[in-house]
């Protein structure tokens, strides 16, 4: 797709650092390296996020995951987890309207990554997470 950097990327008309490729998914340095070794996991398709995968698409990508992933913790003894994050639109912090799979390994509580989860159990009662499950249950597409 015009216009798009991660297209570019595939298209080697932008420079990147590979490190994993088949005929379906390209893995690269991410440039601002979050954390030592911070990757991303591109499908070669150009789709914008989640909402455009289909499923043999996300197996084509997703499946490709933990191999490199276990790349992370062969090449770096001292990572002691890692973090797989998918941002989906701004307000989720998607800047780059190709989908991408961050891999960021983690060295530390001190190693300059950061993820808040808020705790609003006290508000919901178990009538409530009913209600809200059966909502998106009613919503569930057999594909
Ligand atoms: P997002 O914010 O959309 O989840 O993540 C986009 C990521 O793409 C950012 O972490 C950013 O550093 C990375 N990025 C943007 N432009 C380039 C580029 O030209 N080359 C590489 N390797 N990464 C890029
Ligand atoms: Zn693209």
Redesign the pocket.
């Known amino acids: 797709m015009e216009n798009c950097?991660f297209c570019s990327?595939l298209a080697h008309d932008?420079p990147?650092h590979k490190v994993y490729e088949d005929d379906k998914v390209y893995a690269?340095?991410?440039?601002?390296q979050v954390t030592p070794g911070h990757t991303?996991v591109i499908p070669k398709k150009h789709v914008s996020d989640i909402f455009e995968y289909d499923e043999t698409l996300a197996a084509d990508v997703f499946s490709r995951i933990p191999k490199i992933a276990r790349a992370l913790e062969a090449s770096f003894p001292e990572m002691e987890g890692l973090n797989i994050i998918n941002?989906n639109k701004e307000i989720a912090?998607?800047?780059?309207f190709h989908s991408?799979i961050?891999l960021i390994p983690r060295y530390g509580k001190e190693d300059d990554f950061a993820i808040h989860f808020g705790n609003h159990m006290e508000n919901y009662r178990a009538e409530d997470l009913a209600t809200l499950a059966a909502k998106i249950k009613a919503q569930v597409k057999s594909e």
Do not use: M
């Open positions: 950097i990327i932008i990147s690269f340095l991410d440039i601002t991303l941002n912090y998607q800047s780059v991408h961050h």
